[in-house]
């Protein structure tokens, strides 16, 4: 049912229209609604919405350019609710259209527009950006507000800034562009002499989704004091440009002063003032705005119901609930709460912005020395949000988030409070000073933060701060901290307690702990320089660090890594120049410098004005925001607004809809469903590897990306005489005009669909438009009013489909040289819920990229999941379908060793060799341009210098990466586009319309560009007019890059037809003519002045060619955060002939930025429960920022090339540029390789993508495991081991390997993309199955048992260690489960650490059935391995026993070793001692009579047989089953046949023959328990160490497990392995073997059908499935 109160009955009734996403949002009706519904836009069954009658304010818009300062009493209607925002107004009210929205959450700057207000306390002015969509209409009482419109425009000139923009080709779509003139309109008014670094740093809060920032840069850049010479020369002279500015005082002509005085921003727009005191009764709450401290507590005394302060109200952009209340308080005209005064320590007023706080911790830090170390917070400061935010944004309001929110991870607030800062609090009962960590526990109901104060601190303290994100710039902290500590002296002594802070991870005490006491506690007093100190500092921060998990946060086991890398940062910072150069890169952050770009374009000035490079035709209407989106259309009288009411469950079923009290509500006039609709509800779209000398198998996935325009999906339909009008953002009019026609069962003619442009699209706008036109058009039709339905931006990207994510498994035959013999590969797609459109078979072809292979065998796989159904997405199919054999082809390189660029050019296809379709390939123009781009890449110096920075720097590495890219362009038949020219008589103007869709790709220019240069007229006598489904009838999308060839080349044919026709006129008139002479007497002849063209693919004037190209990028990361920046790309394309070199080189770097997104950072997260879409907001969701594009970036057509096929000689450039992208990808990986090659560690491991900060930093090898980051100290010199040296132990002739025949299997985890079980198993040993239930259950170090399920991977954790301080890290007191089995409901678990327990799954409590410290037979029960329980209900138990206890920390170690089987008897609860003298007894299995028992001897390579009854032998009796097993035995199974038989789990296999002696271990002093550790990871057997460590062994420690030699020692070791051996013990058949070396199984179960294996800590990683089908 539904509840509506009065509040959300008022909310209907008064809300501006633009707003109807948020009204639906806070309507009670969406929280019960959708668990009874499917998501329409995903089951496209029925259709859903609501309508309400719009309200429509009386007010007249305040100006037509501008809006002046505003006044309440005579600007704004007190009858809109408070919550309408800046943006709401300008666009509904004051019909201001040029201001754009998209996020309306601060996240995007599309709605950016400059004020000046006047600061209450300092009665300064202030020019500033903000955010429209957050300001409140009632704060803007007495501000000065600038929009795009008001600087400049078409009639009277534009601004510089504006055409700046325009004449740099920063503009594509234009969407962003009014919000980015309009931020740089605010910094140069409040900083004319800016310089570039301002203009990076303050484009932080704008994302253009297009353009790759790089020419948006430029053309701001330009103004700055230090702009560089190229960038001066492309401005030509300013001055000149600045005659062209508009006093938008006048509107005339800039002067540079008015009446007589020079020019000031406020005598252009007139000067804010400060309003008075006001207290408004709205009809949804009250405003009231005090002016003075007295009059807040005044009201806080008198008030009742839900206070709301606002101050930037930016609160509501982080939070949203913290954006309502019954009162609103607006605090800006509260003097006191602006103060800033050094009186008496440092105070800053909760009212003041955090910009202003930044600037004011600068200058104090300057005159204050007892000051100086706010710098760092200030720094600090400048990564909070954005600059639109912080100029809004207080220092009390973010505080409160923190208060209302403990788990926000303020930045403020940690920073502050680890240097001890206080809050002032006031209300009615008087004031109040609290130390602000208090604050959290506080009541706060009717009090204000009045100010901080920060403490005076020592000039010599040491002072820390960090923020460690997902982006650069505007991204909230993964985990925070600040570090504070006064140390002396050499030995970095700790005088008194640090302060350590940490937000975003919690504490032992949860988030109300911000704190490490313990951390603090244990370093107070001691001295950061010795070894011993740090290595406890970690371990004690870890064992504080309490673990949680959200579904969309990242991983704990990153935050907790990140918490103790960040304090090693700092106690690295500290000790300087103490540590070795080497590791010295690990105390500081990643360094940016201004990025810069190079390009490299072809034109030929023969064809000008085709080739030519101008900027866009719409540009500069762009730029001033006359650009009309259809969103912009203006709204008609009764027009309703249609929104979509969602489901809060993918793939639910629905049981009933109830609209009546949403129908009942006031302006409600509809509602829809499948049942409305008259028509149609159906819309949418419908080996040779082995036999190669060397083989890889492998596996990889990329995830999915939004498309992000910043324009939502949005459509006004309008009931017409003739049927209706449909104004549709779409890059398919034809399919919009079948969608309506069909669902509305009305003739196609009767649908007038009508495109001018779209505000981005990227293929979101092929197919989805359909389902929001359709249902749009059926509301209107119904109601027979206009209705508009624009998608708030949640919506948008929660129900719309998006980039197919993947998983790819893989196996390739190849040449030592590394030249492909065949490639085999399964390639999973996640299409979604239903294929709409698939692009995974239509990549395939891209997945040979520029390669020859004798063999390919793609099998694409669509898998269906309960995620909206996804869509194409810029380069759809052919980005992965080139990612893929790059992937392998890499993989290749690296098992060979060699460079993977040659490796690439080895395979390089020839002329004449077959393609994968079987076609002769035609010559190959890369060879030639890997020449070039060598050159021009500086590919070999940059390979020798990022080699010698990585071995000259533990903590920061590089890596490099080159993609070559092979992309076949072709015209097919049903690519077609109608194209219509009209000239006009009198002065000769030409019109062009055409069926494509300008989206930003400048479609509009080159078609202009190509009427011009045919018809022989100037550029400016053509005008492109929109697309509509009456002149372009029959056309079709524009996608694929084909569609500006399309329309060009119909254009061209119009126009020859044309010219033909007027010919006869002019060859009458034998004399020259004028352009306008010849169509004034071609007219007078009674010649049709209008021609069309149908421009259809297959023509044999455009020929199929293919687009060549190279890039490289190279990256740099943090080790030990997993940071990333792009440090520099090259990209070389073929683009032939440019049509339109500007606009091309836009369409290279927005695409290949795009593609950086995709690689690096975009990440979609959904709940794995309910399929909800987790990462539908800015603040979840980042795609690039301008400090995310390459700093050095370098883009080049390949000169002297012609296309003798294509267009006009040119190639298309939309897509081709984001396949290569990929190369980020790489270069990432070959950084983190090389961490792994400090370590030795070989093996090829994949990277999936995106390449996130998280993930970065998960695949570096454990760099930070507490012994590693010792050897940075270098106090004590670094100790390296030789390796171990196992003597004539193995005898591997018994065993004959068998080749591969278990193949991988795909494990379903598309189905949850998001879950990645190998991050949180780490190391399973064992597995349990019980009966009717499916999930399985498994153990993970740290002592938690999970859960997870078989199919979709989903887990749970169903109990944990109860031991404190367990983080998950080798530690004595945690639980380490090794062995599980069910007896009945309970899962009986060994633990290593602790003994035998029993848990209840169910509730997850947890019995200790024989605790560790039980003494049997006189040893305790430690190392307990495995366990099995026969029908009695008795368990059998293996333990690695103790004849001689010895405490070496995490394990207690023997001398002699003596290895025991045990049963516990489950009656009497007794443990008895069945058999001793094993070495290391790991797995148990009762035999399926239960007649024996296994047990594996783990490193004696055999596994026993211990007799039970008679009929096997003579009970107690022990044989051995089988032996010489050539490695270590961790895990014996019944294999599940019916036969009987096990399974046996072999980790690794030793290679005798490999080993190096070892002289004298004795020599390197080691403490216990590094042994034990070392023995553990290696399982030596023991008697062999006893040799060397005579009893009892003593020691320091001098060195880390990395220093042993260990990674040497595996490098010795081959892979693992899984025999089956049958009932007597005979190896039947090897099931599985690993590729690559330090991998192991540790266990291996049959899977409940029999088919399927599954694998413990395979290849490292956690579980996987290994088919048993060949
Ligand atoms: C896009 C975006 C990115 C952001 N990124 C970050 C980030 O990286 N790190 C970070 O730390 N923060 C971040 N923030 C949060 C931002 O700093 C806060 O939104 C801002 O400081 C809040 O100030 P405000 O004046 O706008 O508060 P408002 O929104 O006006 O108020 C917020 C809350 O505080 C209460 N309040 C305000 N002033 C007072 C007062 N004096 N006394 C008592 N209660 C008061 C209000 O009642 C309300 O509940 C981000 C915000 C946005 C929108
Ligand atoms: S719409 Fe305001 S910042 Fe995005
Ligand atoms: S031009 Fe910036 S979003 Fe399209």
């Avoid at 400048?382 to 929110?405: D, E, F, I, T």
């Avoid at 403990?406 to 240097?419: G, K, M, N, P």
């Avoid at 935050?559 to 890398?565: D, E």
Wanted: aromatic share 8%; with cysteine.
């Amino acid at each position: 049912m539904i509840t509506v109160d009065d509040g959300c009955v008022n909310w209907f009734t008064w809300t501006p229209v633009a707003d109807l996403g948020d009204v639906v949002r806070a309507c009670p009706l969406l929280t019960l609604i959708p668990c009874e519904i499917k998501i329409w836009a995903i089951e496209h069954r029925f259709l859903l919405n609501y309508l309400w009658m719009p309200y429509f304010f009386s007010l007249p818009a305040s100006g037509r350019f501008r809006v002046k300062p505003l006044e309440l009493t005579s600007g704004i209607p007190t009858d809109l609710p408070p919550s309408t925002s800046l943006n709401d107004f300008l666009r509904n009210n004051a019909n201001l259209k040029g201001t754009k929205y998209f996020c309306k959450e601060g996240g995007c700057g599309a709605c950016t527009v400059s004020v000046t207000t006047m600061d209450p306390f300092s009665r300064l002015h202030v020019t500033k950006a903000v955010n429209s969509c957050l300001v409140p209409i009632y704060s803007c009482d007495g501000w000065s507000i600038k929009t795009v419109e008001g600087i400049g425009n078409k009639t009277d000139g534009y601004h510089p800034i504006q055409k700046r923009l325009a004449d740099f080709n920063g503009t594509q779509c234009g969407y962003c562009s009014p919000g980015m003139v309009m931020n740089m309109y605010s910094l140069l008014e409040s900083n004319p002499n800016l310089k570039m670094e301002d203009v990076e740093r303050s484009f932080d809060g704008n994302i253009c989704r297009c353009t790759g920032y790089r020419p948006i840069l430029d053309a701001f850049k330009s103004f700055a004091s230090d702009a560089t010479p190229e960038l001066k020369k492309k401005v030509g002279d300013i001055e000149d440009v600045l005659k062209d500015a508009v006093c938008p005082k006048t509107m005339t002509a800039c002067q540079g002063k008015l009446e007589g005085k020079p020019c000031t921003p406020l005598t252009c727009s007139g000067p804010p003032r400060l309003p008075a005191a006001l207290q408004l009764d709205l009809k949804s709450g009250e405003w009231i705005r005090p002016t003075s401290l007295e009059d807040v507590k005044a009201f806080l005394s008198k008030a009742s119901g839900k206070i709301r302060f606002v101050v930037g109200n930016t609160g509501r952009g982080v939070h949203r609930d913290v954006a309502e209340g019954d009162t609103y308080i607006d605090l800006n005209q509260v003097p006191e709460l602006f103060a800033i005064s050094t009186s008496n320590g440092l105070s800053i007023g909760a009212g003041v912005s955090l910009t202003k706080t930044i600037e004011t911790l600068k200058n104090v830090s300057v005159t204050e020395t007892s000051y100086k170390y706010v710098t760092a917070l200030a720094e600090h400061l400048g990564r909070v949000a954005n600059v639109p935010v912080r100029n809004s944004g207080s220092v009390g309001g973010n505080l409160m988030l923190k208060h209302a929110h403990h788990e926000f991870q303020s930045d403020l607030f940690t920073i502050f409070e680890a240097v001890g800062a206080s809050v002032v609090l006031a209300g009615p009962d008087g004031e109040k000073q609290i130390p602000l960590n208090a604050l959290l526990c506080e009541d706060m109901n009717k009090k204000v933060i009045r100010s901080v104060s920060l403490p005076p601190l020592s000039p010599d303290i040491r002072i820390r701060t960090f923020k460690i994100t997902p982006r650069l710039q505007n991204a909230h902290a993964y985990v925070n901290a600040a570090f504070v500590a006064d140390v002396d002296g050499a030995e970095a002594l700790l005088k008194g307690r640090p302060s350590i802070v940490f937000g975003g991870i919690q504490l032992k005490d949860g988030f109300e702990q911000v704190h490490a006491k313990e951390t603090e506690e244990f370093l107070t007093g001691k001295k950061l320089t010795e070894e011993s100190v740090v290595q406890e500092a970690l371990a004690v921060l870890g064992g504080e660090l309490k673990e949680s998990k959200t579904d969309v946060e990242a991983s704990f086991s990153y935050r907790a890594r990140l918490a103790q890398g960040l304090l090693y940062k700092f106690i690295l910072g500290v000790l300087g120049d103490a540590v070795p150069e080497k590791l010295r890169s690990g105390a500081t952050n990643l360094s940016r410098e201004i990025s810069s770009g190079k390009q490299e374009i072809t034109s030929d000035p023969k064809d000008y004005p085709i080739s030519k490079p101008i900027p866009k035709i719409e540009a500069w209407n762009q730029t001033a925001g006359e650009a009309q989106y259809t969103n912009d259309i203006p709204l008609l009288p009764g027009e309703l607004h249609a929104v979509f009411v969602l489901a809060s469950y993918g793939r639910a079923k629905l049981k009933s809809i109830d609209a009546s009290q949403a129908l009942a509500m006031p302006g409600v006039a509809g509602f829809f469903s499948a049942k409305d609709i008259p028509g149609a509800n159906d819309f949418m779209q419908g080996e040779g590897v082995e036999e190669a000398p060397q083989r890889i198998v492998g596996e990889m996935e990329f995830g999915s990306q939004h498309h992000f325009y910043l324009e939502t999906q949005v459509c006004v339909c309008r009931p017409t005489e003739d049927g209706i009008d449909v104004f549709a953002a779409t890059q398919w009019i034809d399919k919009v005009q079948l969608a309506v026609s069909s669902i509305l069962n009305i003739p196609e003619n009767s649908v007038n669909v009508v495109v001018r442009r779209c505000g981005g699209a990227y293929g979101g706008k092929i197919t989805r438009p359909n389902q929001i036109s359709a249902a749009t058009a059926l509301a209107a039709y119904k109601l027979r009013k206009p209705v508009r339905m624009a998608l708030d931006m949640e919506t948008n990207l929660a129900i719309i489909g998006k980039r197919t994510a993947y998983i790819v498994k893989y196996q390739a035959g190849f040449e030592d040289d590394g030249k492909l013999r065949a490639v085999k590969a399964k390639i999973y797609g996640d299409v979604g819920h239903s294929v709409n459109e698939s692009p995974i078979t239509f990549g395939l072809s891209m997945a040979q990229n520029c390669y020859f292979s004798p063999k390919w065998n793609y099998m694409p796989v669509a898998v269906l999941t309960n995620t909206p159904s996804n869509t194409w997405t810029r380069s759809p199919g052919t980005t992965e379908g080139i990612a893929i054999i790059e992937h392998i082809v890499e993989h290749i390189a690296f098992k060979l060793k060699k460079n993977p660029f040659e490796v690439k050019q080895v395979n390089f296809i020839k002329e004449g060799e077959l393609d994968m379709n079987g076609s002769p390939a035609e010559p190959n123009g890369l060879p030639e341009m890997v020449e070039i781009f060598k050159k021009s890449a500086e590919l070999e110096k940059r390979m020798s210098e990022i080699q010698a920075y990585n071995e000259a720097n533990v903590w920061k590495k590089r890596g490099l990466s080159v993609v070559p890219m092979k992309y076949p362009c072709g015209y097919p038949p049903f690519f077609r586009f109608a194209v219509s020219v009209s000239v006009f008589h009198d002065d000769g103007t030409v019109t062009v319309s055409h069926g494509g869709c300008e989206m930003g790709q400048g479609l509009n220019t080159k078609v202009a560009q190509v009427a011009a240069k045919t018809l022989g007229v100037p550029m400016d006598k053509v005008m492109i007019r929109p697309s509509d489904s009456f002149t372009n009838a029959n056309s079709a999308v524009t996608g694929g890059s084909m569609g500006s060839e399309m329309c060009c080349y119909g254009t061209q044919e119009a126009c020859k037809d044309l010219l033909n026709r007027m010919q006869p006129v002019k060859a009458k008139e034998n004399k020259d003519l004028t352009w306008v002479e010849w169509v004034a007497k071609s007219f007078n002849a009674g010649i049709d002045l209008r021609a069309t063209y149908y421009s259809v693919g297959g023509n044999p004037d455009l020929k199929p060619y293919i687009v060549y190209g190279l890039a490289c990028t190279e990256v740099e990361i943090d080790v030990i955060t997993g940071e990333k920046q792009v440090l520099r790309a090259d990209i070389l394309e073929d683009v032939g002939v440019s049509l339109s070199p500007e606009v091309d080189i836009g369409q290279l770097e927005g695409s290949f930025v795009m593609g950086l997104g995709y690689w690096l950072q975009e990440e979609i997260k959904y709940n794995p429960r309910t399929g909800e879409h987790l990462t539908n907001r800015t603040w979840e969701y980042k795609p690039p920022l301008c400090k995310d594009i390459p700093i050095d970036f370098r883009v080049s057509f390949l000169q002297n090339s012609e296309n003798p096929f294509g267009f006009r000689r040119s190639k298309a450039t939309g897509e081709p540029a984001l396949c290569m992208s990929v190369c980020s990808l790489f270069a990432v990986k070959q950084a983190v390789q090389a961490t792994r090659n400090d370590k030795n560690i070989t093996d090829w491991w994949n990277l999936s993508g995106p390449a996130t900060t998280e993930k970065i930093a998960l695949a570096t090898p454990a760099p930070l495991c507490v012994a590693e980051m010792l050897r940075v100290l270098a106090l004590l010199p670094l100790v390296f081991l030789p390796a171990f040296y196992p003597i004539g132990f193995f005898t591997a002739e018994k065993f004959k390997f068998d080749s591969l025949d278990g193949i991988y299997e795909p494990n379903e985890a598309l189905k949850n993309p998001n879950i990645k079980l190998s991050e949180i198993l780490n190391g399973p040993e064992s597995f349990a199955m019980r009966d009717n239930d499916p999930w399985i259950y498994t153990g993970i170090a740290g002592g938690s048992i999970i859960k997870f399920h078989p199919n979709t991977f989903e887990y749970e954790t169903v109990a944990k260690s109860q031991d404190p301080g367990c983080s998950g890290t080798w530690d004595h007191r945690c639980g380490r489960p090794l062995g599980l089995r069910f007896r009945g409901d309970k899962l009986l678990v060994a633990d290593a650490n602790r003994g035998l327990l029993s848990v209840n799954v169910d509730d997850g409590t947890v019995e200790i059935l024989v605790s560790s410290s039980t003494m049997v037979e006189g040893s305790p029960l430690v190392l307990v391995n495995d366990l099995d329980v026969d029908s009695n209900g008795d368990v059998y138990f293996s333990q690695s026993s103790l004849d001689v206890p010895l405490d070496f920390g995490m394990f207690t170690l023997f001398a002699s070793g003596s290895g025991r089987l045990l049963k516990l008897d489950a009656e009497t609860g007794e443990v008895s001692v069945l058999l001793t003298g094993l070495y290391f007894a790991n797995g148990v299995q009762l035999s399926k009579d239960r007649s024996f028992v296994l047990v594996a001897d783990c490193f004696r390579g055999k596994i026993v047989r211990y007799n039970l009854n008679r009929e096997q032998g003579s009970p107690g009796v022990v044989e051995t089953f089988i032996e010489g097993i050539p490695g270590a035995v961790d895990n014996i199974r019944a294999s599940g046949n019916k036969k009987g038989g096990f399974l046996v789990a072999i980790p690794f296999v030793f290679n005798p023959k490999n080993f190096n002696p070892i002289d004298s271990l004795s020599e390197y002093p080691l403490t216990r328990s590094m042994i034990a550790r070392l023995l553990y990871m290696i399982r030596l057997p023991f008697d062999f160490i006893t040799e060397l460590f005579p009893n009892p062994v003593t020691g320091v420690i001098r060195s880390a497990i990395g220093g042993f030699g260990l990674n040497d020692y595996f490098t010795k070791v081959k892979h693992g392995m899984v025999v089956e051996l049958s009932e007597s013990g005979e190896v039947l058949r090897t099931l599985h073997t690993v590729d690559g070396n330090y991998t192991h199984i540790s266990c291996a179960f049959p899977a409940r059908d029999g088919k399927r294996l599954i694998l413990g800590s395979y290849a490292d990683k956690g579980v996987a499935f290994v088919s048993l089908k060949k």
